[in-house]
């Protein structure tokens, strides 16, 4: 597999070259493929961290992850583009730590790709489960599973115009303003990569924060789209764990990555709606659940699990997934 340029930038539904991950896709049976990655050394979003770009982020190769869910159904399914996609379910572990360690050249890695599940409807497939195996060198670097859908850009204009009517919101949404948190707390230097509120502790243990979308995240929001993206969701999510585990003193600072999530998204994530993370009680050992509301629903209910890779032992197993329907 080739790792000289990347794939088409539309291909995996990203605005800039420099958010494409993925420079190769090979077939090798019906339901089997192959991807190939370069990971950058230094990504002001995804080795923003303060200990610096030690390490890969796991959340950069999920992402490497969800690009691949497009270029499965785009160059292999011939899902036109322009097609309108739905995360439903993430989860994803690493079963060895060492490998997110960043080197002196680029990453390259390799993802065996399998199609698990296809989902159809009267007219045909609407969506697919993939299990994703990335590899770095010779070692197992990210084991993940993403269900997905997709819908026709005339049906998703009737179908999210119907949910913004309903909830009395108008066509086009503004995201609403709000006060970032300091970004030593949730792990970051840079003020622009921090995602929530100021956590708040109830009496109770339970933690909450607002979610604050930035439209213009060059990442985050690579390009428009009317509500808040799944990527943003579980950084929000993973900000708030963070925060908490510190706060609880299980961890000592926000320096620990996920090495293991599991999460259903249930809605869309209104941006113009105040949307609230909560994280129950943190206690050690245990993975910490989160969840993110708007008014009068539940948007994505999540386990995170938190390490030091540099002390973390082998996965001790998938998260599963909350039992649920999302429909975003």
Excluded at 80 to 86: A, S
Excluded at 102 to 111: F, L, N, Q, S, Y
Excluded at 237 to 265: E, H, I, K, M, Y
Aim: proline share 9%; aromatic share 6%.
């Amino acid at each position: 597999m080739q790792f000289t340029r990347t794939l088409p930038r539309e291909l995996v539904h990203r605005a800039a070259v420099a958010e494409v991950f993925l420079t190769d896709a090979e077939r090798h049976g019906e339901d089997e493929m192959l991807l190939a990655a370069q990971l950058p050394r230094r990504h002001a979003f995804y080795h923003d961290t303060l200990e610096g770009p030690a390490r890969h982020d796991p959340m950069l190769l999920l992402e490497a992850c969800r690009q691949g869910i497009f270029v499965v159904a785009h160059r292999y399914l011939d899902v036109p583009l322009g097609h309108k996609f739905l995360l439903r379910a993430v989860e994803f572990e690493v079963p060895d730590p060492a490998a997110l360690r960043c080197g002196d050249h680029p990453t390259e890695a390799v993802i065996s790709t399998h199609i698990e599940q296809r989902f159809h409807s009267r007219a045909g497939a609407t969506g697919l489960r993939l299990r994703f195996g990335m590899t770095i060198g010779a070692r197992d670097a990210l084991l993940a599973r993403i269900d997905y859908s997709w819908i026709p850009p005339r049906a998703w204009t009737r179908l999210r115009a119907g949910q913004r009517a309903a909830l009395g919101l108008p066509e086009i949404p503004v995201a609403l303003p709000g006060r970032r948190v300091e970004p030593v707390r949730v792990g970051r230097r840079d003020p622009g990569n921090a995602v929530i509120s100021a956590p708040r502790t109830a009496p109770d243990g339970t933690r909450t924060a607002r979610l604050v979308p930035d439209t213009g995240h060059p990442t985050l929001y690579d390009h428009w789209v009317d509500h808040v993206p799944g990527m943003l969701e579980l950084e929000a999510l993973r900000q708030l764990a963070l925060s908490a585990a510190v706060d609880a003193g299980v961890l000592p600072a926000p320096t620990a990555l996920p090495v293991g999530l599991a999460a259903r998204f249930r809605c869309f994530a209104e941006m113009d709606l105040p949307l609230e993370c909560r994280t129950g009680p943190v206690l050690p050992g245990a993975d910490i659940e989160c969840t993110l509301h708007q008014p009068g629903a539940l948007a994505v209910e999540a386990r995170l699990r938190l390490a030091d890779p540099d002390t973390a032992g082998p996965a001790a197993g998938a998260l599963a997934v909350p039992a649920a329907h999302g429909t975003a």
